[in-house]
């Protein structure tokens, strides 16, 4: 099992950028690919991210392609999600998460219940 901490998040302006942290314990982070999803209140939590183990694939949403950028480095046991160009609409609730489907898809990877050990959540605030 694995435990998964996220930090980094804030409150910044619209057009401003920040990094998020999921910090892995218990188990080593290379052991499963990672993703990221966020989460409004009231509505669904939506796919964001995702990184293969060792980081040589990464997945995005549409609404976010070209602006954040998902990291891991596996010697530190932390995956990172880069947010630049940040509008109002990404304000949410961050989440990281280990994937621990057999095989990889477009499908699988953006469900949510393709994913366990969920962190406690960083929060996002994009000022207009």
């Known amino acids: 099992q694995v435990q998964l901490v996220e930090s980094g998040g804030g409150l910044v302006q619209t057009g401003g950028s920040l990094r998020l942290s999921c910090v892995a314990s218990?188990?080593?982070?290379?052991?499963?690919?990672m993703g990221w999803f966020r989460q409004t209140p009231g509505q669904e939590r939506e796919y964001v991210a995702h990184i293969s183990h060792g980081g040589g694939n990464t997945y995005y949403s549409d609404s976010v392609k070209g602006r954040f950028t998902v990291s891991r480095d596996n010697a530190v046991n932390t995956v990172y999600l880069q947010m630049n160009r940040l509008k109002p609409e990404d304000t949410a609730a961050y989440y990281c998460?280990?994937?621990?489907?057999?095989?990889?898809?477009?499908?699988?990877?953006?469900?949510?219940?393709?994913?366990?050990?969920w962190g406690q959540g960083t929060q996002v605030t994009v000022s207009s």
């Open positions: 218990g188990r080593p982070l290379s052991t499963y690919a």
């Open positions: 998460a280990a994937y621990l489907q057999h095989g990889s898809s477009l499908r699988s990877r953006a469900m949510r219940n393709s994913y366990g050990y």
